[in-house]
């Protein structure tokens, strides 16, 4: 059990100090989204009504689920570039050699990204009272929760793509070309009700779009205004937690063959 714990949390740990020495990327990895989420957010507030959303709910508040999953999406994705630097550097050669399976160092990897993810997250987590939305202990524990999910799906879908690029210009590419999509394509920026028929089949095979959803939801679960013609919130977690596993999957079956 310790040979297996140990170079899990070595990794780990190791993600805490890089991101520790390089705390700029926390002011970068919320400036933004806060940006998004204030100019864009009080500009539309006047003149968009979410469909499907009661007439108390401002644009601000409806955004506020998906910024705070841009959040975790950034930070959780572009974590994983330490795995093409750490290539360059000659690290990721010296950790495939020793004696430890792939599958941990990938979910040392994971968990990294994912603490990470997290802990900006949920600094963002506490402006909801600011804008009107109240929780409890039981709503806050569970959003805290779906968070995590994501957070760690997200990671391990950036290391997918993360071990098999050999240059951080290459994964930048990649990913802008993806996450900006998925995030726009999720509930975050628009309901799916009123959205073409095309489209809104489109975000619904997108997992983001149960998370965006499990996560609004789980915000309002003390308060019951609960939107019941969005996915419930038990079947969007079910959703993202096939959505981990799978991309944990996926990542440690690329680091199992890939060669370095």
């Known amino acids: 059990m310790v040979n297996v714990l140990l170079p899990v949390s070595t990794i780990w740990w190791r993600e805490i100090i890089r991101f520790y020495r390089q705390r700029s990327r926390l002011l970068s990895a919320i400036a933004q989204p806060l940006v998004f989420w204030i100019l864009i957010g009080s500009g539309l507030s006047a003149s968009f009504q979410p469909s499907g959303q009661s007439k108390e709910t401002t644009y601000i508040e409806y955004f506020y689920p998906g910024i ?3 959040v975790l999406l950034f930070t959780a994705i572009f974590a994983t ?3 093409v630097n750490e290539r360059r550097e000659g690290f990721l050669q010296g950790v495939l050699i020793a004696p430890v399976a792939r599958w941990s160092i990938v979910l040392g990897q994971a968990l990294g990204g994912t603490t990470l993810a997290l802990l900006q997250g949920v600094l963002l987590l506490f402006l909801a009272p ?7 202990l039981s709503s806050l524990c569970l959003t805290i929760g779906v968070m995590v999910i994501l957070a760690f799906g997200l990671t391990n879908l950036g290391l997918i793509i993360a071990w098999r690029m050999d240059s951080s210009q290459g994964f930048h590419a990649i990913m802008n070309l993806i996450l900006i999509p998925i995030w726009l394509l999720s509930g975050a920026f628009f309901p799916s009700i009123g959205a073409p028929s095309w489209l809104a089949w489109v975000m619904k095979l997108n997992p983001l779009t149960y998370g965006v959803t499990a996560f609004r939801n789980s915000l309002y679960l003390d308060t019951a205004t609960i939107n019941g013609n969005m996915p419930t919130l ?6 993202i937690s096939l959505f981990c596993i799978l991309t944990y999957l996926g990542a440690t079956y690329t680091a199992s063959t890939k060669t370095v």
């Open 234 to 239: 038990g079947f969007s977690i079910l959703i």
């Open 81 to 83: 570039i330490s795995v």
């Open 130 to 136: 600011l804008i009107g939305i109240r929780f409890g």
């Open 68 to 70: 705070v999953v841009l």
